[in-house]
């Protein structure tokens, strides 16, 4: 296990960024190698280094892993951030997944045509004030922790946290109707690793700009 | 841990046929209770028995688990069919996911408007055989043994099976250039639970007709 993880990605947040999220939680230190042009992803395919031609890909472990969910599955594992047990972990993975259905309707915001962007927007707003944040909410109302499962920091207060984050950039008011969403985004944002991840001049990737859209789409051709 | 699991969705394959496949193979029994109407999701709904208003929905050892990744590694861990260790579970992830992103292609074709049908069936044959394939059929060249990871038979073997059976009603001959994975194909057809799953009769759901799909249309629209 010497070196560092390796992250393979695009400098934007995109699949990489629950990943820089987890790894850092967990204060682990990774190195990124940006992919800037076509050519960059086709020397790591042709190289075969990608499983399935595809990043994110992460170095680690003597392993080049690909496939968000193995990736973060692995890490969160291997850094006593997946439960105890195999009900924790059930736990874990449905509040996994449906901030990941969340989180992945923002990630493809800025790819939408300009004129189906309000319409998306409205939806992404509409999903999280009825359909995910409501679920957080009440599970911490009825437990009454500071976290999601077991008493204890897992993978899914982390993951929610950035889903936190990620639509307050598209609602800054987004949390009014669920104050312990807002005292569990306080607390978690508190704890020194991830306090260190938000500050500036940390791994941590900005909102996916046009700028960043134009390169993307050029790198991966849609 | 008395009963049975009980699977809530439409008598269709969808999302929940990936499930019914890895409790087969366990040996684990387990009922349905088939969706038929829009009224029959919106009282799931209204029960608050859907954490997020969606189904697969599946009860199990006192959960009603949702989500079909979460639902999947459950009965997998259960079942000991996700390795012995973090390694192994790494690389049956990489394998099951990789199936996964094939199978979505598959199940989502009957969706793609006209005009896309086409376009979209030609990526999946083109992603199935120089993509997925590519990779399963060299596993198991590397290795020589007859299961993906570990020497054992994990849920990637089983989700491998379905998606090569789901190919195959695409194209029949989409195995062509892929001597090992036929010979995948056949062995782990032959397991005990598979064969019976694989048999007339069982729980294991057909491909989905032209006709069926206003019905689900007006089911999950």
């Not at chain 2, 032959?190 to 799953?197: A, C, G, P």
């Not at chain 2, 491909?207 to 069926?212: G, I, S, T, V, Y």
């Amino acid at each position: 296990m010497a070196g560092k993880p390796k992250l393979h990605y695009s400098n934007g947040r995109g699949r990489m960024e629950s990943i820089r999220w987890l790894l850092a939680a967990a204060g682990v230190e990774f190195e990124e190698e940006f992919i800037e042009t076509k050519e960059d992803l086709e020397k790591l395919q042709n190289d075969g280094v990608l499983l399935f031609q595809q990043v994110p890909m992460v170095e680690i472990d003597g392993m080049k892993m690909v496939q968000t969910r193995a990736i973060l599955n692995y890490i969160a594992a291997k850094y006593n951030l997946y439960g105890k047990d195999l009900k924790e972990r059930a736990w874990i993975d449905m509040y996994v997944e449906g901030t990941t259905d969340l989180m992945g309707m923002i990630m493809y915001l800025p790819f939408q045509p300009a004129d189906t962007k309000e319409k998306n927007l409205a939806l992404i707003i509409e999903r999280a004030t009825t359909r995910y944040f409501p679920v957080y909410e009440k599970a911490l109302k009825d437990h009454g922790h500071d976290y999601l499962v077991g008493n204890k920091l897992s993978w899914a207060d982390i993951h929610l946290l950035e889903a936190i984050l990620m639509t307050e950039e598209c609602k800054p008011d987004i949390l009014s109707a669920f104050p312990l969403l807002q005292a569990f985004k306080g607390r978690i944002s508190n704890i020194p690793t991830i306090k260190k991840f938000l500050q500036p001049g940390s791994q941590r990737k900005p909102p996916t700009d046009d700028k960043t859209v134009a390169i993307v789409r050029k790198i991966f051709n849609f | 841990m008395s009963e049975k699991p009980k699977l809530h969705y439409s008598n269709t394959r969808g999302r929940m046929e990936s499930i019914r496949w890895l409790l087969a193979a366990a040996g684990v029994e387990f009922e349905e209770c088939f969706l038929e109407t829009k009224d029959d999701l919106t009282k799931l709904q209204k029960d608050g028995s859907l954490l997020f208003q969606q189904v697969p929905m599946v009860e199990i050892d006192g959960m009603k688990m949702v989500q079909t990744r979460a639902i999947l590694n459950y009965i997998a861990a259960k079942y000991n069919l996700y390795g012995k260790d973090l390694k192994e579970r790494a690389l049956i992830d990489m394998y099951v996911e990789g199936i996964t992103d094939l199978n979505e292609l598959i199940i989502t074709r009957y969706f793609q408007p006209a005009d896309k049908k086409e376009e979209h069936f030609a990526t999946l044959l083109d992603k199935a055989t120089n993509r997925y394939f590519p990779v399963y059929e060299k596993v198991l060249k590397d290795h020589g043994r007859d299961f993906l990871v570990g020497n054992k038979l994990s849920r990637a073997d089983v989700q491998l099976l379905e998606t090569i059976l789901m190919a195959e009603e695409c194209k029949p001959d989409i195995l062509a250039k892929f001597p090992l994975l036929q010979s995948f194909k056949a062995r782990t057809s032959n397991i005990v639970t598979i064969k019976k799953f694989l048999q007339p009769g069982s729980q294991r759901k057909p491909p989905l007709q032209e006709k069926d799909i206003p019905r689900l249309m007006k089911i999950f629209h």
